[in-house]
């Protein structure tokens, strides 16, 4: 679950990086679009942690249904 915690945290932290990151190319070399790059790399890697995030979601919710269906039995 460990690593569930941390994709969550990405999933907020990565888009607050890639604004900071944009206004840093801004102000070093408006003419340059390094950005880009930072923004399809992190946005890869954003995509994993959301399936991840999902997934464990899913995984949780699953598990209380099971749950929920043996109490009733």
Known sequence: ??????????????????????????MTSPGDWWVQWAALGIGIAWVVSLL?????????GGLAAFVAYLNRR
């Open 1 to 26: 679950m460990y690593g569930a915690y941390q994709s969550l945290k990405f999933l907020f932290i990565a888009p607050l990086l890639l604004v900071f990151l944009f206004f840093v190319n801004l």
């Open 52 to 60: 991840r995030v999902v997934r464990a979601v899913i995984l949780l």
